[in-house]
């Protein structure tokens, strides 16, 4: 796999809601086949980075290059077709919808999409709940259904916004399992996470954010090793 091509590159991001700056001149960068967490506290800016970088918030500054194409004026729906998916934490489980007809609701906007055989060779379980409606789900559940949904579209750069938020132990490990089988089969993944034995596990590189900036980036040896840097940025 090249690990060698810049597949985001994010220079001097600075956005904001209504006036209030939250991203002050962010920047970092994906190569292909990585799995780079942002770090932080809560309120840092992390979810708001991933929403800049889909294209949900249009009050920014600066650049963002994805497959070496400039995106910072992209609207969501042409950056989905160039090949980046966003799974938001509140995971947007269509309620009154079954299983099935959420996996099956995101058009296919690019060729190399998972299969519906190969979506329930990850998730199981989620055969044995196709007709079940989203209501009627688990939380481990319906974050599976989440991360799965995106994956038939054909995108390969994924953006997951806090994955194993609330779930049970057994459920973040299954989660786990998922992303590295993702890493094996080529995606990208920039991950949004608070927890941070979940992140050191999955993770090549991880970027701390404080009060809308990257601060640090810290290498997998750097989370190995208990690097005094992790406990005093996160305050653990």
Same mark, same amino acid.
């Given at each position: 796999m090249d690990t060698n091509t810049t597949v985001l590159n994010v220079k001097g991001l600075s956005a904001g809601y209504g006036g209030n700056r939250v991203l002050d001149d962010v920047s970092f960068t994906l190569q292909r086949g990585e799995v780079v967490t942002l770090l932080g506290r809560n309120g840092a800016g992390k979810s708001t980075t991933l929403k800049c970088l889909m294209g949900f918030i249009t009050e920014k500054t600066g650049a963002i290059d994805f497959e070496g194409a400039p995106i910072m004026r992209c609207l969501p729906e042409q950056i989905a077709r160039l090949g980046m998916a966003y799974c938001p934490e509140e995971r947007g489980i269509f309620s009154q919808l079954n299983v099935l007809e959420n996996l099956t609701l995101p058009p296919v906007l690019r060729d190399g999409g998972l299969t519906l055989h190969e979506v329930y060779e990850l998730f199981p379980n989620l055969r044995e709940r196709?007709?079940?409606?989203g209501t009627k789900l688990s939380g481990g559940e319906q974050q599976m259904l989440a991360i799965? &949904?995106?994956l038939r579209t054909g995108a390969k750069c994924l953006l997951l916004d806090e994955p194993s938020?609330?779930?049970?132990?057994?459920?973040?490990?299954?989660?786990?399992?998922?992303v590295h089988a993702l890493? &094996?089969?080529g995606f990208t993944i920039l991950l949004v996470e608070q927890n941070l034995r979940f992140a050191t596990e999955l993770a090549d590189r991880h970027y701390v954010m404080e009060t809308g900036r990257v601060v640090d980036m810290l290498t997998r040896d750097d989370?190995?090793?208990?690097?005094? &840097?992790?406990?005093?940025?996160?305050?653990?």
């Amino acid at each position: 796999m090249d690990t060698n091509t810049t597949v985001l590159n994010v220079k001097g991001l600075s956005a904001g809601y209504g006036g209030n700056r939250v991203l002050d001149d962010v920047s970092f960068t994906l190569q292909r086949g990585e799995v780079v967490t942002l770090l932080g506290r809560n309120g840092a800016g992390k979810s708001t980075t991933l929403k800049c970088l889909m294209g949900f918030i249009t009050e920014k500054t600066g650049a963002i290059d994805f497959e070496g194409a400039p995106i910072m004026r992209c609207l969501p729906e042409q950056i989905a077709r160039l090949g980046m998916a966003y799974c938001p934490e509140e995971r947007g489980i269509f309620s009154q919808l079954n299983v099935l007809e959420n996996l099956t609701l995101p058009p296919v906007l690019r060729d190399g999409g998972l299969t519906l055989h190969e979506v329930y060779e990850l998730f199981p379980n989620l055969r044995e709940r196709a007709a079940s409606q989203g209501t009627k789900l688990s939380g481990g559940e319906q974050q599976m259904l989440a991360i799965v &949904r995106i994956l038939r579209t054909g995108a390969k750069c994924l953006l997951l916004d806090e994955p194993s938020e609330g779930l049970a132990p057994v459920i973040v490990k299954l989660i786990a399992q998922t992303v590295h089988a993702l890493k &094996r089969r080529g995606f990208t993944i920039l991950l949004v996470e608070q927890n941070l034995r979940f992140a050191t596990e999955l993770a090549d590189r991880h970027y701390v954010m404080e009060t809308g900036r990257v601060v640090d980036m810290l290498t997998r040896d750097d989370m190995h090793n208990g690097n005094a &840097r992790v406990e005093a940025y996160l305050g653990i």
